[in-house]
C-alpha cells in the first residue's frame, strides 16, 4: 500500500514570500500524484494533478508542482504568496494500477501574514 | 450544476445512537468514496465503492456501513455512536477513476457525546 508524508505542519509566511510545500510517497510501482487545498471551513479542492508526461505540472491559481521519481517527492511550489493562500494543503497519491483509491498526507497549514 | 451534495451539515448525536450521513452526486460518477477527516490526521479513507451494488471498505471502516443501491447515492451509516467518531466527514466521486481528482462535497461535522 501506499503512503505520503508530508514534512512541514505548519508554515508562516510573508506575501509575496515564496512557498515550498514537501511531499514524499512511499511505493514501488507507478503513481498518480495530486495537491489538493482547502481553504477554512471549506472542502477540498483539486489544485494540481501528475500522472504522466512532464514532470513539472502547473495547476489553478499559480502553483506548480515537480515530480522527481528518484526521490520520490513532488513538491508543491508558488513564486509568491498572497494572503488569500491561507490554507491547508493536501498531498495525495494514489497506485496506478486496479481500483486504487487516494491515500493523503496530514497536511500542511499555511498561514500567510499581510 | 450541483456535484457532490452531502447532508447534513452539523449534527450532534448521542452515544450510542444511529445516523445516516448522505451523499449524492449528479455527475454520472461511477466512484465515490467516504472520508473522514480528523485535526492533524489528514483524510482517511472509510468505504469506496466502484459503481452500483458495488462497495468496498477503506482503512477505517470499522463503525460504520454504507450501501449504493444507485449511481447517485452513496449513504454512510453508522451504528451505535461513539465519541471517537467525532470527526468531519466527506463524500467524493470521479468518473474515470485513479488518473482523475476527485470531487468533494462540502462535508458534515458530527460530534458525538
Known amino acids: 500500500a501506499q503512503s505520503v508524508s508530508q514534512h512541514n505542519h505548519h508554515v508562516i509566511l510573508s506575501e509575496a514570500a515564496s512557498l515550498e510545500l514537501g511531499c514524499n510517497y512511499s511505493?514501488?510501482?507507478?503513481?498518480?500524484l495530486f495537491w489538493y487545498v482547502q481553504y477554512p471551513g471549506q472542502h477540498l479542492q483539486l489544485l494540481l494533478k501528475?500522472?504522466?508526461?512532464?514532470?513539472l505540472v502547473k495547476g489553478i491559481k499559480g502553483f506548480e508542482a515537480e515530480f522527481i521519481k528518484s526521490k520520490f517527492s513532488f513538491n508543491l511550489r508558488k513564486p509568491s504568496v498572497q494572503w488569500s493562500d491561507t490554507a491547508e494543503y493536501f498531498c495525495?497519491?494514489?497506485?496506478?494500477?486496479?481500483?486504487?483509491?487516494?491515500?493523503f498526507g496530514k497536511g500542511t497549514m499555511l498561514l500567510v501574514s499581510p | 450544476n450541483a456535484g457532490v451534495t452531502q447532508t447534513p451539515k452539523f449534527r450532534i448525536l448521542k452515544i450510542g445512537q444511529s445516523m445516516t450521513l448522505q451523499c449524492t452526486q449528479d455527475?454520472?460518477?461511477?466512484?465515490m468514496y467516504w472520508y473522514r477527516q480528523d485535526p492533524g490526521m489528514g483524510l482517511k479513507l472509510i468505504y469506496y465503492?466502484?459503481?452500483?451494488?458495488?462497495?468496498d471498505k477503506g482503512e477505517v471502516p470499522n463503525g460504520y456501513n454504507v450501501s449504493r443501491s444507485t449511481t447517485e447515492d452513496f449513504p454512510l451509516r453508522l451504528e451505535l455512536a461513539a465519541p471517537s467518531q467525532t470527526s468531519v466527514y466527506f463524500c467524493?466521486?470521479?468518473?474515470?477513476?485513479?488518473?482523475?481528482?476527485?470531487?468533494f462535497g462540502s462535508g458534515t461535522r458530527l460530534t458525538v457525546v
Open positions: 467524493a466521486s470521479t468518473s474515470q477513476g485513479r488518473n482523475y481528482g476527485y470531487t
Open positions: 455527475m454520472n460518477h461511477n466512484y
Open positions: 511505493y514501488g510501482g507507478t503513481v498518480n
Open positions: 501528475y500522472f504522466s508526461g512532464d514532470p
Open positions: 495525495a497519491v494514489n497506485a496506478d494500477s486496479g481500483y486504487s483509491t487516494l491515500t
Open positions: 465503492s466502484v459503481g452500483a451494488g458495488i462497495t
